[in-house]
């Protein structure tokens, strides 16, 4: 059993291990295409941190046209919601459209930066929030984000 230490360092080399690798909806495939959700879900479950799951099919634009919580139905089957703060490891869920919709794990708690792969970039990159916690690629507004981790008590 790894300590909360030795599984939040797995986790964020893991989710290094997923740089450059392009953007692709409903992609799970390190170095040919994923996509923020399934991003997440790979790191977790390659490092054994959360057993095997499908998030099952999506259309890359239901966020923009539907109100269902579907991302966050799968984050928060699997992570705690906390108020923070941050931690390496933890996960950052931004409200995008209609819905928390992207999302992205946590790699350095100050200056705050995540990696994630999102559609702007066409890749997954490791980014620096600004100040309030908005990504430098997406539009301010929006409800804030959301904190989710696997380490609780941590």
């Known amino acids: 059993m790894l300590s909360e230490k030795e599984g939040r360092a797995l986790l964020i080399a893991e989710a290094r291990k997923w740089m450059l690798t392009p953007y692709h909806p409903n992609a799970g495939v390190r170095g040919l295409g994923v996509d923020c959700g399934q991003l997440i879900v790979r790191c977790f479950v390659d490092c054994g ?4 799951f499908e998030t099952g ?4 634009d239901w966020h923009l046209h539907r109100s269902e919580e579907r ?11 906390f108020a923070g703060p941050l931690q390496p490891g933890d996960v950052i ?7 928390y919709a992207h999302g992205g794990i946590v790699t350095v708690a100050k200056p705050l930066t995540i990696i994630h792969a999102f559609m702007r970039t066409q890749m997954v990159v490791e980014e620096q929030l600004r100040p309030n916690g908005e990504l430098l690629t997406v539009k301010p507004g929006g409800k804030p984000p ?7 008590g941590g």
């Open 93 to 99: 869920v931004f409200h995008y459209g209609r819905c």
């Open 146 to 152: 959301l904190y989710f981790t696997l380490w609780p």
């Open 57 to 60: 099919p999506y259309p890359s």
């Open 71 to 81: 991302y966050l139905g799968f984050v928060r089957a699997h992570l705690t919601e």
């Open 49 to 52: 941190l959360v057993p095997p």
